[in-house]
Protein backbone atom coordinates (compact mmCIF):
# COMPACT_ATOMS: atom_id res chain seq x y z
CA UNK A 1 0.00 0.00 0.00
CA UNK A 2 1.47 3.30 -1.11
CA UNK A 3 1.15 6.31 0.91
CA UNK A 4 1.94 9.82 -0.21
CA UNK A 5 2.01 13.68 0.73
CA UNK A 6 1.84 16.87 -0.36
CA UNK A 7 3.07 20.39 0.56
CA UNK A 8 4.74 23.53 -0.27
CA UNK A 9 8.63 23.99 -0.06
CA UNK A 10 9.66 25.52 3.31
CA UNK A 11 12.70 27.12 3.83
CA UNK A 12 14.78 25.27 6.90
CA UNK A 13 11.18 23.57 8.03
CA UNK A 14 10.82 22.75 11.56
CA UNK A 15 10.50 18.79 12.38
CA UNK A 16 7.11 18.18 11.78
CA UNK A 17 7.34 18.38 8.24
CA UNK A 18 10.19 16.17 8.10
CA UNK A 19 8.09 13.75 10.28
CA UNK A 20 5.85 14.25 7.31
CA UNK A 21 8.33 13.34 4.39
CA UNK A 22 9.28 10.19 6.48
CA UNK A 23 6.40 8.83 6.96
CA UNK A 24 5.30 8.31 3.25
CA UNK A 25 6.46 6.63 0.56
CA UNK A 26 6.25 9.35 -1.84
CA UNK A 27 6.51 13.32 -1.00
CA UNK A 28 4.80 15.65 -3.52
CA UNK A 29 6.56 18.98 -3.60
CA UNK A 30 3.18 21.58 -4.34
CA UNK A 31 5.21 24.75 -5.91
CA UNK A 32 3.17 25.44 -8.72
CA UNK A 33 0.29 27.03 -5.66
CA UNK A 34 0.37 30.83 -5.17
CA UNK A 35 2.82 31.99 -3.51
CA UNK A 36 1.79 33.10 0.02
CA UNK A 37 3.96 36.40 1.51
CA UNK A 38 4.72 35.87 4.88
CA UNK A 39 4.26 32.33 5.29
CA UNK A 40 7.17 29.00 5.71
CA UNK A 41 8.28 29.29 1.51
CA UNK A 42 10.79 32.09 2.96
CA UNK A 43 11.54 32.19 6.52
CA UNK A 44 11.58 30.22 9.48
CA UNK A 45 12.92 30.79 13.03
CA UNK A 46 16.03 29.80 14.88
CA UNK A 47 17.12 29.86 18.95
CA UNK A 48 19.37 32.55 19.89
CA UNK A 49 20.46 33.80 23.21
CA UNK A 50 17.65 36.29 22.89
CA UNK A 51 15.01 33.88 22.41
CA UNK A 52 13.76 33.22 18.64
CA UNK A 53 14.88 35.26 15.86
CA UNK A 54 13.18 34.85 12.26
CA UNK A 55 15.93 34.17 8.70
CA UNK A 56 13.69 35.47 6.11
CA UNK A 57 15.08 35.32 2.45
CA UNK A 58 13.96 38.41 0.77
CA UNK A 59 12.16 37.44 -2.25
CA UNK A 60 10.42 39.90 -5.57
CA UNK A 61 7.21 39.18 -5.75
CA UNK A 62 5.61 40.49 -8.74
CA UNK A 63 2.72 39.97 -8.59
CA UNK A 64 -0.08 38.38 -6.42
CA UNK A 65 -1.06 35.04 -8.64
CA UNK A 66 2.62 34.52 -8.66
CA UNK A 67 3.29 30.52 -8.11
CA UNK A 68 6.29 30.01 -5.81
CA UNK A 69 8.44 28.15 -8.54
CA UNK A 70 8.38 31.28 -10.12
CA UNK A 71 9.66 33.54 -7.16
CA UNK A 72 13.22 34.58 -7.65
CA UNK A 73 15.36 35.51 -4.45
CA UNK A 74 16.15 39.39 -4.30
CA UNK A 75 19.33 39.40 -4.00
CA UNK A 76 22.21 37.15 -2.81
CA UNK A 77 23.32 39.57 0.94
CA UNK A 78 20.95 37.14 3.21
CA UNK A 79 23.59 34.17 3.15
CA UNK A 80 26.36 35.76 5.17
CA UNK A 81 23.47 37.43 7.46
CA UNK A 82 21.85 34.16 8.28
CA UNK A 83 24.98 32.00 8.63
CA UNK A 84 26.14 34.01 10.85
CA UNK A 85 22.91 34.35 13.38
CA UNK A 86 23.59 30.39 12.63
CA UNK A 87 26.46 30.30 14.21
CA UNK A 88 26.51 32.84 16.67
CA UNK A 89 23.17 31.04 17.87
CA UNK A 90 24.66 27.08 17.77
CA UNK A 91 28.61 27.03 17.61
CA UNK A 92 28.37 26.24 21.52
CA UNK A 93 26.01 23.55 21.40
CA UNK A 94 27.16 19.82 21.24
CA UNK A 95 26.76 18.81 17.63
CA UNK A 96 27.46 22.05 15.83
CA UNK A 97 31.10 21.41 14.69
CA UNK A 98 29.37 17.58 13.20
CA UNK A 99 26.73 19.52 11.11
CA UNK A 100 28.38 22.43 9.57
CA UNK A 101 29.94 21.43 7.27
CA UNK A 102 27.28 20.43 5.87
CA UNK A 103 24.81 22.90 6.05
CA UNK A 104 27.39 25.99 5.76
CA UNK A 105 27.77 25.14 2.07
CA UNK A 106 24.29 26.24 1.42
CA UNK A 107 24.86 29.81 2.45
CA UNK A 108 28.05 30.24 0.41
CA UNK A 109 26.21 29.11 -2.80
CA UNK A 110 24.21 32.26 -5.31
CA UNK A 111 20.60 31.51 -5.69
CA UNK A 112 17.74 33.04 -8.11
CA UNK A 113 14.84 30.86 -7.75
CA UNK A 114 13.26 30.19 -4.32
CA UNK A 115 11.93 26.83 -4.52
CA UNK A 116 15.41 25.68 -5.74
CA UNK A 117 16.83 26.52 -2.88
CA UNK A 118 14.35 24.63 -0.50
CA UNK A 119 14.47 21.70 -2.54
CA UNK A 120 18.23 21.21 -2.15
CA UNK A 121 17.88 21.97 1.74
CA UNK A 122 14.62 19.98 2.09
CA UNK A 123 17.57 16.61 0.18
CA UNK A 124 20.58 17.57 2.29
CA UNK A 125 18.41 17.38 5.64
CA UNK A 126 16.53 14.05 4.60
CA UNK A 127 20.32 12.82 4.16
CA UNK A 128 21.30 13.94 7.33
CA UNK A 129 18.45 12.53 8.78
CA UNK A 130 18.26 9.45 7.14
CA UNK A 131 14.89 9.80 5.31
CA UNK A 132 14.86 8.19 1.94
CA UNK A 133 11.49 9.16 0.60
CA UNK A 134 10.80 9.74 -2.91
CA UNK A 135 10.57 13.59 -4.04
CA UNK A 136 7.98 14.27 -7.10
CA UNK A 137 6.73 17.74 -8.40
CA UNK A 138 3.71 18.60 -8.63
CA UNK A 139 4.59 20.03 -12.05
CA UNK A 140 4.99 16.94 -13.47
CA UNK A 141 0.91 16.19 -13.02
CA UNK A 142 -1.95 18.13 -15.17
CA UNK A 143 -4.12 19.26 -12.02
CA UNK A 144 -7.25 20.21 -12.79
CA UNK A 145 -10.40 20.89 -10.26
CA UNK A 146 -10.48 22.07 -6.58
CA UNK A 147 -8.35 20.99 -3.86
CA UNK A 148 -9.40 17.56 -2.92
CA UNK A 149 -10.01 16.58 -6.65
CA UNK A 150 -6.55 17.68 -7.83
CA UNK A 151 -5.19 15.61 -4.52
CA UNK A 152 -7.20 12.66 -5.34
CA UNK A 153 -5.79 13.00 -9.21
CA UNK A 154 -2.13 12.62 -7.96
CA UNK A 155 -3.19 10.00 -5.61
CA UNK A 156 -4.29 7.90 -9.27
CA UNK A 157 -1.36 8.70 -11.32
CA UNK A 158 0.99 7.49 -8.15
CA UNK A 159 -0.93 4.73 -7.52
CA UNK A 160 -1.62 5.10 -4.23
CA UNK A 161 -3.92 4.20 -1.54
CA UNK A 162 -3.14 6.65 1.88
CA UNK A 163 -3.08 10.43 1.52
CA UNK A 164 -1.49 11.53 4.84
CA UNK A 165 -2.03 15.45 5.55
CA UNK A 166 -1.22 17.61 7.98
CA UNK A 167 -4.14 18.73 10.47
CA UNK A 168 -4.91 21.96 8.71
CA UNK A 169 -6.29 20.64 6.25
CA UNK A 170 -9.28 19.14 8.05
CA UNK A 171 -10.98 22.47 6.90
CA UNK A 172 -11.60 21.53 3.47
CA UNK A 173 -10.50 17.83 2.91
CA UNK A 174 -13.90 16.07 1.98
CA UNK A 175 -13.17 12.49 3.08
CA UNK A 176 -16.67 11.52 1.28
CA UNK A 177 -14.76 12.11 -2.11
CA UNK A 178 -11.38 10.45 -1.03
CA UNK A 179 -13.48 7.23 0.27
CA UNK A 180 -15.80 6.88 -3.06
CA UNK A 181 -12.08 7.04 -4.71
CA UNK A 182 -11.02 4.15 -2.49
CA UNK A 183 -8.14 6.59 -0.54
CA UNK A 184 -7.70 6.22 3.34
CA UNK A 185 -7.05 9.88 4.86
CA UNK A 186 -4.82 9.96 7.67
CA UNK A 187 -3.67 12.74 9.69
CA UNK A 188 -0.17 13.85 10.99
CA UNK A 189 -0.33 14.00 15.13
CA UNK A 190 1.97 16.89 16.33
CA UNK A 191 0.83 16.86 19.95
CA UNK A 192 3.33 14.66 21.96
CA UNK A 193 6.48 15.71 20.96
CA UNK A 194 8.90 15.68 23.76
CA UNK A 195 11.05 18.40 25.45
CA UNK A 196 14.90 18.10 24.17
CA UNK A 197 18.12 20.38 25.46
CA UNK A 198 17.71 24.21 23.96
CA UNK A 199 19.06 27.29 24.59
CA UNK A 200 15.29 29.04 25.19
CA UNK A 201 14.10 29.79 28.57
CA UNK A 202 10.50 29.06 27.36
CA UNK A 203 10.90 25.68 24.94
CA UNK A 204 10.12 26.18 21.74
CA UNK A 205 8.92 23.28 19.13
CA UNK A 206 7.85 25.34 16.12
CA UNK A 207 11.52 26.17 14.95
CA UNK A 208 13.79 24.81 12.58
CA UNK A 209 15.11 21.51 12.37
CA UNK A 210 18.58 22.28 12.88
CA UNK A 211 18.06 23.61 16.23
CA UNK A 212 17.39 20.08 17.06
CA UNK A 213 20.14 18.78 14.95
CA UNK A 214 22.57 20.96 16.76
CA UNK A 215 21.43 20.24 20.34
CA UNK A 216 20.94 16.60 20.19
CA UNK A 217 22.82 15.22 17.38
CA UNK A 218 22.05 11.97 15.92
CA UNK A 219 19.84 11.21 18.89
CA UNK A 220 17.35 13.16 17.44
CA UNK A 221 15.06 10.93 16.27
CA UNK A 222 14.11 9.96 19.98
CA UNK A 223 12.49 13.70 19.84
CA UNK A 224 10.45 13.52 16.11
CA UNK A 225 7.11 12.07 16.56
CA UNK A 226 6.46 9.64 14.03
CA UNK A 227 2.91 8.33 15.05
CA UNK A 228 -0.17 9.02 12.05
CA UNK A 229 -3.74 8.57 12.88
CA UNK A 230 -5.63 6.65 10.32
CA UNK A 231 -9.87 7.99 9.65
CA UNK A 232 -12.86 5.67 10.33
CA UNK A 233 -15.15 6.16 7.49
Known amino acids: MKTFAVSQSNYLPWKGYFDLINNVDIFVLYDTVQYTKNDWRNRNRVVTANGTSWLTVPVIQKSLNQRINEVEIANQHWQRKHWLTIEQSYKKTPFFAKYSPFIKPVFERDWSKLSELNVFLLSELCRLLGISTKFVNAADFNLEGDKNMRLIQIAKELDAQHYLSGPAAKDYIDL ?56 TF
Do not use: C
Not at 212 to 217: A, D, K, Q
Open 176 to 231: RLFKQEGIAVKWMDYTNYPVYPQRSINFEHGVSIIDLLFNVGPNFDSYMQRSVREN
